[in-house]
């Protein structure tokens, strides 16, 4: 199983970023993709899921209304769209799939997103 994630980066508060996660050694479109994060010194969290096919996606309530998470199963990607980037956002950023809500996977090595002016 293989988790790649990209797109991170530095941006001002009130940016966007498109987060992207490529997924390989596992049948993608029958899992539940997810996105975390790690902020230092707190815990990873989970952000967001979206289901394999049916159903909506779900959000923590820290980032309602802010991010949207996509998936392309020919792809084999997730994708997380986050807008109105506050500091707080700050961390590295995660994928990973499962069947729940719990992660399967190993960890890749995530993507770097620090919000700052």
């Known amino acids: 199983v293989q988790l790649e994630e990209s797109g991170g980066g530095l941006v001002q508060p009130g940016g966007s970023l498109r987060l992207s996660c490529a997924a390989s050694?596992?049948?993608?479109?029958?899992?539940?993709m997810m996105w975390f994060r790690q902020a230092p010194g707190k815990e990873r969290e989970l952000v967001a899921t979206?289901?394999?096919?049916?159903?909506?996606?779900t959000y923590a309530d820290s980032v309602k209304g802010r991010f949207t998470i996509s998936r392309d199963n020919a792809k084999k990607e997730v994708s997380l769209w986050m807008n109105s980037l506050k500091p707080e956002d700050t961390a590295v950023y995660y994928c990973?799939?499962?069947?729940?809500?719990?992660?399967?996977?190993?960890w890749g090595q995530g993507t770097q997103v620090t919000v700052s002016s």
């Open positions: 979206i289901p394999s096919a049916v159903g909506r996606p």
């Open positions: 050694g596992f049948t993608f479109i029958g899992y539940r």
């Open positions: 990973n799939y499962g069947d729940g809500m719990m992660p399967l996977g190993n």
